[in-house]
């Protein structure tokens, strides 16, 4: 079980998030994602959806028990968590970056960039 590692950069979780409810306490959360439409050029997103992709490609992946639903416009938005070099992401995260153009939290971005921009 890793999921209370104080080693590990948590993105995308939002507080009120079902999985509390089974890890409670747990999470190192982030800062609440932010919608934004303004900052990023849609060929900016377009990149960041891509490096998002390639790392989830190679990330190591876990089923949790039940699904999240978007709290932006309540779709079932998937079960799965990645983990890859220390960065926990869960697999709604891309419905996010997507459908809301949330704000890539900087860090993670950060780390996308330099793992996967070729
Ligand atoms: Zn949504």
Redesign the pocket.
């Known amino acids: 079980m890793s999921y209370s590692d104080p080693n590990k950069y948590y993105v995308g979780f939002w507080k009120e998030s079902a999985h509390m409810g089974w890890i409670p306490g747990a999470r190192v959360w982030t800062e609440l994602p932010v919608a934004n439409t303004s900052s990023l050029s849609s060929d900016q997103q377009t990149q960041l959806i891509h490096l998002l992709k390639r790392a989830e490609q190679v990330a190591n992946r876990t089923e949790y028990f039940g699904f999240s639903t978007?709290r932006?416009?309540g779709?079932c938005?998937g079960g799965e968590e990645f983990e890859w070099k220390g960065f926990v992401w869960p697999s709604g995260y891309m419905?996010y970056l997507l459908?809301?153009h949330v704000q890539m939290d900087e860090r993670f971005e950060a780390f996308l960039r330099m793992e996967f921009s070729r």
């Open positions: 978007c932006l416009c779709i938005n419905h459908e809301h």
